[in-house]
């Protein structure tokens, strides 16, 4: 077909709605642009809101009518608003409820944090960390205080699960108001690194890699050392390209803020062949050892099929940068029913003591599974071994 014709094919169903769709919210918003300077203060006194409007499926056509309406709002169409907001069926997603709950905390939030938990009891969706997100735009530390307090588990829940208290970090953040880091820091050491992940996570999805690496090489002191890590792993998880380039000259260095392992770990759930193979070109060293053994755990965990695959097809060359990953394969085909393959696997690997210490591993399941059998291996196998009490012990030999 040529191009005139391809030119004058007409366009299908689909692709018209779409045009229509998305050239009528361009429209609208400059259009709203254009009024929101020209239209004098009380012409938007009663929000249009239709009554199909709400109840309409599909969730950017909801959005679409619904956002210029609340976007234009004043704080004395609250109770017009709300009672539309309510009378909505509860269930089919919540996008309204997060618009309308973003409007009101802006100029109350105390109030709509009442509001959000009263709907979150009675239907059980989530509102209130939407509520939190826009309420520590304005106020962050009051934002804090409550969404500590909101703990659905009480003293049990650690800070960093608390949905609200996440949310507040968000808004934080967006606020620009001093005391975030601070916070942060001076946090107990588990909940201290739950929220920098978090931290790095938000600021990886809005900056460019370079800008948000230069953003955490710009903390202070030991700072510096724990959000890099964290920076790397929200990277590697997103743009593992960029993680790796941004890394190496710490890695070529001596890495000893462990950005090997923490790209690794988050690189292998999407693509595994690669991080190995990259993992396999890094500085030789425990970084190196540690980041294999993660990586390896983490992908045998994911997609066991997959990791087997690889360990074997790299059985006759047995490399030297792959035995933690190796160490790790021959317990879990030991733990799927296969003994003597994982120990043939562990008596492969060149360092005596992992030698002793996965076959002792293996040979103590065996033990308990079927104790002739490992008898006899060992026995075949002229393993030395010794039993102090119940317990298996091998021997160098």
Same mark, same amino acid.
């Given at each position: 077909m040529s191009r005139k014709d391809d030119a004058n094919r007409p366009s299908s169903p689909r692709s018209r709605s779409t045009f229509r769709l998305y050239g009528g919210l361009f429209a609208?918003?400059?259009?709203?642009?254009?009024?929101? #300077?020209?239209?004098?203060?009380?012409?938007?006194?009663?929000?249009?809101?239709?009554?199909?409007?709400?109840?309409?499926?599909?969730?950017?056509?909801? $959005?679409?009518?619904?956002?210029?309406?609340?976007?234009?709002?004043?704080?004395?169409?609250?109770?017009?608003?709300?009672?539309?907001?309510?009378?909505? /069926?509860?269930?089919?997603?919540?996008?309204?409820?997060?618009?309308?709950?973003?409007?009101?905390?802006r100029f109350d939030p105390e109030a709509t944090?009442?509001? #959000?938990?009263?709907?979150?009891?009675?239907?059980?969706?989530?509102?209130?960390?939407?509520?939190?997100?826009?309420?520590?735009?304005?106020?962050? !530390?009051?934002?804090? /205080?409550?969404?500590?307090?909101?703990? %659905?588990?009480?003293? /049990?829940?650690?800070?960093?699960?608390n949905p609200n208290v996440s949310a507040v970090m968000k808004g934080w953040d967006e606020s620009g108001r001093p005391g975030l880091r601070q916070w942060i820091f001076e946090s107990d050491e588990i909940d201290r690194q739950a929220l920098m992940q978090i931290w790095a996570r938000e600021r990886a999805a809005m900056m460019a890699p370079d800008a948000v690496w230069d953003w955490a090489e710009r903390f202070p002191? %030991?700072?510096?050392? /724990?959000?890099?890590?964290?920076?790397?792993?929200?990277?590697?998880?997103?743009?593992?390209?960029?993680?790796?380039?941004?890394? %190496?000259? !710490?890695?070529?260095?001596?890495? %000893?803020?462990?950005?090997?392992?923490?790209?690794? $770990?988050?690189?292998?759930?999407?693509?595994?062949? #690669? $991080?190995m193979d990259w993992i396999s070109t890094t500085p030789e060293g425990r970084m190196r050892d540690n980041a294999v053994l993660e990586a390896a755990?983490?992908?045998? $965990?994911?997609?066991?099929?997959?990791?087997?695959? !690889?360990?074997?097809?790299?059985?006759d060359d047995f490399p030297e940068w792959l035995e933690p990953a190796f160490e790790l394969y021959s317990r879990s085909l030991a733990a799927d029913g296969s003994p003597v393959s994982g120990l043939a696997i562990a008596q492969r690997l060149r360092k005596q003591s992992r030698r002793d210490y996965n076959t002792t591993k293996i040979l103590r399941h065996w033990l308990l599974l079927d104790r002739p059998a490992a008898r006899s291996w060992i026995e075949d196998n002229g393993v030395r071994s010794v039993f102090r009490g119940s317990r298996l012990v091998i021997s160098s030999s």
């Open positions: 609208g918003l400059a259009l709203g642009l254009l009024l929101s #300077a020209q239209i004098p203060p009380g012409v938007f006194n009663r929000p249009s809101i239709s009554a199909s409007l709400l109840s309409e499926p599909g969730l950017i056509e909801r $959005t679409v009518g619904f956002a210029p309406v609340i976007a234009f709002a004043r704080p004395e169409l609250l109770e017009p608003l709300r009672e539309r907001i309510e009378a909505m /069926e509860p269930g089919r997603q919540n996008a309204d409820l997060l618009l309308f709950g973003d409007w009101w905390a944090d009442r509001w #959000a938990k009263a709907y979150e009891d009675r239907h059980g969706l989530s509102v209130r960390p939407g509520v939190f997100r826009a309420w520590a735009r304005r106020d962050p !530390y009051v934002a804090l /205080e409550q969404a500590e307090k909101s703990s %659905t588990w009480g003293d /049990e829940q650690a800070v960093w699960q002191g %030991t700072m510096r050392k /724990e959000m890099l890590p964290a920076v790397a792993a929200a990277l590697a998880a997103r743009r593992p390209a960029d993680a790796v380039r941004l890394a %190496t000259p !710490y890695l070529e260095a001596g890495d %000893t803020l462990g950005l090997l392992q923490r790209i690794s $770990t988050r690189w292998v759930k999407r693509e595994p062949r #690669a $991080t755990r983490n992908w045998n $965990t994911r997609d066991r099929k997959g990791f087997a695959r !690889y360990m074997e097809e790299h059985l």
